[in-house]
């Protein structure tokens, strides 16, 4: 069992930055691919960026949505994930889960995920 704790979510301004951390315990941190989904009222879950395990290279994967303004890490060491978000949107408004899996790099395929936080809210205003 893996348990995940989300914390940084909140209300922001349209540009402002944010960052949203995800911390684990349980099972060995280091053998889990990482991520972060969100959901928007009346929209799908939607995958927004993944991290690989430290042995395949730490390989990352954003949505399109997202290039270039997200950017995920993880610290192994302190089974800490993060996810700093820069030039928000409106868009981006949504309830942001950490989410954590086993694959030899990660899926986009949010439903293959086995471990969830409870979520932090992200709300970015005009």
């Known amino acids: 069992q893996v348990q995940l704790v989300e914390s940084g979510g909140g209300l922001v301004q349209a540009g402002d930055s944010l960052r949203l951390s995800c911390a684990a315990s349980?099972?060995?941190?280091?053998?889990?691919?990482m991520g972060w989904v969100r959901q928007a009222p009346g929209k799908e879950r939607e995958l927004v960026a993944a991290?690989?395990?430290?042995?395949?290279?730490?390989?990352?994967y954003y949505a399109d949505s997202v290039k270039g303004r997200f950017t995920i890490s993880r610290d192994n060491a302190k089974n800490t994930m993060f996810l700093q978000m820069n030039s928000l949107k409106l868009e981006d408004t949504a309830v942001y889960f950490c989410?954590?899996?086993?694959?030899?790099?990660?899926?986009?395929?949010?439903?293959?995920?086995?471990?969830w936080g409870q979520g932090t809210q992200v709300t970015v205003s005009s």
């Open positions: 349980g099972r060995i941190f280091s053998i889990y691919t």
């Open positions: 989410v954590a899996g086993r694959f030899s790099t990660y899926s986009v395929q949010v439903a293959e995920y086995d471990y």
């Open positions: 991290i690989s395990i430290p042995w395949s290279g730490g390989r990352t």
